[in-house]
Nanobody, 117 residues
């Protein structure tokens, strides 16, 4: 099993920035992709961004140009740099570890991001 521990959520004003981190441990050899989903109240969980072990990235259209995902393979940690935050970015953000086909193998516990003036 893979354990994922997130950090970095919080309250920020519109236009502000936050950086989320997710550290993986356990059977990390099975993890090929790492990324982030988010879930806003009364909405479905949506994929925000992911990165492969080779460094290829993919973003939801709603965050392109504002969010940047990166990965430190030596530390088994993935980061989500969020800039230009909007009210609609408010959600619980969940880190995940995925297979080569980006099937979710493990979830983090979630971290709250609130954008509010």
């Amino acid at each position: 099993q893979v354990q994922l521990v997130e950090s970095g959520g919080g309250l920020v004003q519109p236009g502000g920035s936050l950086r989320l981190s997710c550290a993986a441990s356990g059977s990390i050899f099975s993890v090929y992709t790492m990324g982030w989903y988010r879930q806003a109240p009364e909405k479905q969980r949506e994929l925000v961004a992911f990165i492969t072990s080779g460094g290829s990235t993919n973003y939801a259209d709603s965050v392109k140009g504002r969010f940047t995902i990166s990965r430190d393979n030596a530390k088994n940690t993935v980061y989500l740099e969020m800039n230009g935050l909007k009210l609609e970015d408010t959600a619980v953000y969940y880190c995940y570890g995925g297979s080569r086909y980006n099937n979710v193998l493990s979830w983090g516990q979630g971290t709250q991001v609130t954008v509010s003036s």
